[in-house]
Nanobody
Framework: VQLQASGGGLVQAGDSLRLSCLAS????????LGWFRQAPGKEREMVAA????????YYTASVKGRFTISRDNAKNTVYLQMNSLKPEDTAVYYC???????????????WGQGTLVTVSS
Protein backbone atom coordinates (compact mmCIF):
# COMPACT_ATOMS: atom_id res chain seq x y z
CA VAL A 1 0.00 0.00 0.00
CA GLN A 2 1.28 3.43 -0.92
CA LEU A 3 -0.08 6.35 1.07
CA GLN A 4 0.17 9.99 0.07
CA ALA A 5 -0.72 12.58 2.69
CA SER A 6 -1.45 16.21 1.95
CA GLY A 7 -3.11 19.27 3.39
CA GLY A 8 -0.68 20.47 6.00
CA GLY A 9 0.26 24.10 6.42
CA LEU A 10 0.70 27.07 8.70
CA VAL A 11 -2.42 28.23 10.50
CA GLN A 12 -3.30 30.30 13.54
CA ALA A 13 -4.70 28.97 16.78
CA GLY A 14 -8.42 28.39 16.45
CA ASP A 15 -8.27 27.75 12.72
CA SER A 16 -9.25 24.58 10.91
CA LEU A 17 -7.36 22.35 8.52
CA ARG A 18 -8.24 19.15 6.66
CA LEU A 19 -5.65 16.53 5.93
CA SER A 20 -6.14 13.97 3.17
CA CYS A 21 -4.41 10.70 2.51
CA LEU A 22 -4.79 8.88 -0.79
CA ALA A 23 -4.10 5.17 -0.77
CA SER A 24 -2.85 3.40 -3.87
CA UNK A 25 -4.31 -0.05 -3.40
CA UNK A 26 -7.02 -2.28 -4.80
CA UNK A 27 -8.04 -3.33 -1.31
CA UNK A 28 -8.81 -0.03 0.38
CA UNK A 29 -11.88 -1.42 2.12
CA UNK A 30 -9.70 -4.09 3.75
CA UNK A 31 -7.68 -1.44 5.54
CA UNK A 32 -7.98 0.10 8.94
CA LEU A 33 -6.55 3.60 8.68
CA GLY A 34 -4.97 5.94 11.13
CA TRP A 35 -3.46 9.35 11.55
CA PHE A 36 -0.36 9.73 13.67
CA ARG A 37 1.71 12.75 14.57
CA GLN A 38 5.18 13.46 15.82
CA ALA A 39 6.12 16.75 17.38
CA PRO A 40 9.75 17.85 17.75
CA GLY A 41 11.41 15.99 20.58
CA LYS A 42 8.39 13.79 21.20
CA GLU A 43 7.44 10.26 20.34
CA ARG A 44 5.01 9.52 17.54
CA GLU A 45 1.45 9.10 18.76
CA MET A 46 -1.75 7.86 17.22
CA VAL A 47 -4.20 10.72 16.83
CA ALA A 48 -7.17 8.96 15.29
CA ALA A 49 -8.13 5.73 13.60
CA UNK A 50 -11.05 4.42 11.62
CA UNK A 51 -12.25 0.91 10.96
CA UNK A 52 -12.64 -0.72 7.58
CA UNK A 53 -16.32 0.15 7.32
CA UNK A 54 -15.93 3.57 8.87
CA UNK A 55 -18.32 2.62 11.62
CA UNK A 56 -15.72 2.59 14.35
CA UNK A 57 -13.37 5.39 15.27
CA TYR A 58 -10.74 6.13 17.88
CA TYR A 59 -9.35 9.46 19.07
CA THR A 60 -6.61 10.26 21.49
CA ALA A 61 -7.95 12.27 24.40
CA SER A 62 -6.30 15.55 23.47
CA VAL A 63 -8.16 15.81 20.14
CA LYS A 64 -11.59 14.46 21.04
CA GLY A 65 -14.29 16.92 20.07
CA ARG A 66 -11.93 18.83 17.80
CA PHE A 67 -10.73 16.33 15.21
CA THR A 68 -12.80 14.03 13.01
CA ILE A 69 -11.49 11.13 10.99
CA SER A 70 -13.48 9.89 8.01
CA ARG A 71 -12.96 7.82 4.91
CA ASP A 72 -14.31 7.79 1.40
CA ASN A 73 -13.97 4.26 0.11
CA ALA A 74 -14.95 5.33 -3.41
CA LYS A 75 -11.97 7.69 -3.50
CA ASN A 76 -9.48 5.54 -1.57
CA THR A 77 -9.01 8.49 0.76
CA VAL A 78 -8.96 9.04 4.51
CA TYR A 79 -9.40 12.49 5.97
CA LEU A 80 -8.60 14.22 9.22
CA GLN A 81 -10.68 17.31 9.84
CA MET A 82 -8.95 19.40 12.49
CA ASN A 83 -10.88 22.21 14.14
CA SER A 84 -9.99 24.60 16.93
CA LEU A 85 -6.32 23.97 16.36
CA LYS A 86 -3.90 24.67 19.17
CA PRO A 87 -0.16 25.34 19.12
CA GLU A 88 0.37 21.97 20.78
CA ASP A 89 -1.11 20.32 17.67
CA THR A 90 1.99 21.38 15.76
CA ALA A 91 3.62 18.24 14.38
CA VAL A 92 4.33 16.20 11.31
CA TYR A 93 1.19 14.19 10.60
CA TYR A 94 1.37 10.76 9.02
CA CYS A 95 -1.31 8.47 7.69
CA UNK A 96 -0.89 4.76 8.12
CA UNK A 97 -2.74 1.57 7.41
CA UNK A 98 -3.05 -2.02 8.46
CA UNK A 99 -4.91 -5.03 7.12
CA UNK A 100 -5.91 -5.86 10.67
CA UNK A 101 -9.14 -4.52 12.08
CA UNK A 102 -7.45 -2.71 14.92
CA UNK A 103 -6.58 0.62 16.49
CA UNK A 104 -3.44 -0.76 18.10
CA UNK A 105 -0.77 1.68 16.90
CA UNK A 106 2.05 -0.84 16.69
CA UNK A 107 0.12 -2.93 14.18
CA UNK A 108 0.04 -0.18 11.57
CA UNK A 109 2.65 -1.17 9.04
CA UNK A 110 2.24 0.96 5.92
CA TRP A 111 3.14 4.62 6.19
CA GLY A 112 2.86 7.68 4.05
CA GLN A 113 5.27 10.58 4.04
CA GLY A 114 4.41 13.18 6.61
CA THR A 115 2.71 16.51 6.15
CA LEU A 116 3.67 19.36 8.46
CA VAL A 117 1.05 21.19 10.46
CA THR A 118 2.19 24.33 12.24
CA VAL A 119 -0.18 26.20 14.52
CA SER A 120 0.91 29.64 15.63
CA SER A 121 -0.37 31.28 18.78
Amino acid sequence: VQLQASGGGLVQAGDSLRLSCLASTRSFTDLSLGWFRQAPGKEREMVAAISRSGGGTYYTASVKGRFTISRDNAKNTVYLQMNSLKPEDTAVYYCASTLRNTVTPTLYDSWGQGTLVTVSS
